[in-house]
């Protein structure tokens, strides 16, 4: 595995999630007429962006650790994915005029999405040694 090539890929793919995070920003502060949309959206970004950062770092890419461990760090990743979603859709619930639900829900999707297709192509080849495009 190429783990020069595979961190290249990551912080692209974490400073693109950071990039989209600041365009909704924008969009949030300009359209003031679509507030609750853009507010939820960001909301469901921001645990979005804890979505990214889990995935990536969690993985053991540097030391090709397995068995008991790696399984623990996955499924310790998986529950507090799993409660950060909860709390996103309480708030956003509870907060309806200030966060769309469905907007705050699509936000936190999207992590998971920047993520597959941020490594789709790695997956596809990973020892392929050619500079990516």
Known sequence: ???????????AITVSWLVFMGLTAVCLGVLG??????????????????????MIRQGHH????????????GMLG???????????????LKFKTLFNPYTALVGYVLGFAFVFAGLYSYARNPSDQSTEK
């Open 1 to 11: 595995m190429n783990v020069e090539r595979l961190n290249k890929r990551l912080r």
């Open 33 to 54: 007429g679509l507030r609750t949309i853009f507010s939820g959206l960001l909301l469901g970004e921001f645990g979005g962006l804890f979505v990214v950062l889990s």
């Open 78 to 92: 998986m529950f507090s994915r799993l409660v950060l979603i909860v709390l996103i859709m309480i708030i956003s």
């Open 62 to 73: 540097n030391d090709n650790m397995q068995g008991p461990a790696l399984f623990a760090s």
